[in-house]
Structure formats: C-alpha cells, structure tokens
C-alpha cells in the first residue's frame, strides 16, 4: 500500500494548498479507534486513484492549529482539498465506497 503523506503545520502549504493534484487528508490522532479503521481505507483509494489524488494525513495531537483552522471538532474527519479548497468533508468511519464517492466527485469538478 501506498504510504500517506505526513503533513504538519510546516508543509500543509506546498503538500496540500499548492498541490497541483486533489489532496485526500485523513485528519486522525493515535488514541482515535476509528481512525485506525479508516487508515488503510484511505491507503488503499490512494493506492487505486494514484496519480490523481494523493493522500495525506495529520496528527491533530501535534497540530492542533490546523483542526482549529479547519473546525475540525470530531475525528475521524477525512477532507478533499482541490485548488487550495476544501471540496469534499466527512467526519467519522464510513466504508470505502463513501470516500471513493467523495473521491469521485471532486475528479469531475
């Protein structure tokens, strides 16, 4: 599987808001059981949409600043980024066919 890119608060510009390319953010902390369930749901989109998505994740225990600027209040919350804009949210565990939808749509935007 593909490995996620890991975004902080120094990278959250070039890797996601600069991206030429939609960007797939699993926004997850490591005591969230839920997002260890979405993890490799999103590894795996990444892996069947590559070269058209790219797929990221933060750790909001270490970048709080980004959930704040985002609203993000309940994780798991996976956004879709497409020019510099959120294009597509969910919050908590949903089955891959939910996240490809999302995927899906903001391809043909």
């Not at 600069?18 to 960007?23: F, H, K, M, R, T």
């Not at 699993?26 to 749901?41: L, R, T």
């Not at 949409?49 to 309940?74: H, M, Q, T, W």
């Not at 565990?93 to 391809?107: D, G, K, N, T």
Request: charge should be negative; include cysteine; aromatic fraction near 10%.
């Amino acid at each position: 599987m593909a490995k996620p890119i890991e975004v902080t608060e120094n990278n959250f510009v070039s890797e996601v808001l600069e991206a030429d390319i939609p960007v797939m953010i699993d926004f997850w902390a490591p005591w969230c059981g839920p997002c260890h369930m979405v993890s490799p749901i999103i590894e795996s989109l990444g892996n069947k949409y590559d070269g058209r998505i790219k797929v990221a994740k933060v750790n909001l225990d270490e970048f709080p600043a980004i959930a704040s600027i985002y609203g993000i209040r309940s994780i798991p919350a996976v956004f879709i980024f497409n020019g510099g804009e959120v294009a597509e949210r969910t919050v908590g565990a949903q089955p891959e066919y939910a996240f490809a939808a999302m995927i899906e749509r903001v391809l043909k935007q």
